[in-house]
């Protein structure tokens, strides 16, 4: 009796689900980019969503204009350059910043945002990386 009460409920409602989802097999579509030095890839299995899709590929974009330290004219590359002078940013710079506080005061100074100007000082891309002068770190 007590099998029947739980056991047969989950499986009707297993087949509900099953005639609800559909069975039909959908071709994946795909977007890729290459954003903050990565290649980004995007796939979804509704071909009625491929605005979602470019969304996706326009929110990386924008997000790298915002926070790349590599764009010239980004809210990041900004504030690096300002030496003590207050510039206007995106609220969404504002936002990331104020996490990255909150995580640097969460994990006692293990997350830091700031550590930017200290990696720079290693060419990761270099064939030979190499650990800089303790004077330049």
């Not at 977007?31 to 590929?57: P, R």
């Not at 504030?79 to 994990?107: M, Q, R, W």
Request: with cysteine.
């Amino acid at each position: 009796m007590i099998l029947r009460k739980t056991v047969f409920p989950n499986i009707f409602l297993l087949i509900i689900c099953a005639f609800l989802t559909g069975c039909g097999k959908s071709e994946p579509i795909v977007k890729s980019g290459f954003y903050f030095d990565t290649i980004i890839s995007v796939t979804l299995y509704d071909n009625s969503k491929a605005a979602q899709l470019e969304h996706c590929m326009e929110l990386a974009e924008m997000y790298e204009h915002y926070f790349s330290t590599k764009i010239a004219d980004s809210d990041i590359s900004k504030i690096n350059a300002s030496v003590n002078t207050p510039v206007t940013v995106h609220d969404e710079t504002i936002e990331l910043l104020e996490k990255g506080l909150y995580y640097s005061k969460l994990s006692s100074g293990k997350f830091d945002v700031t550590i930017g100007k200290l990696t720079s000082l290693w060419d990761f891309q270099a064939a030979q990386p190499a650990v800089p002068d303790s004077n330049a770190i």
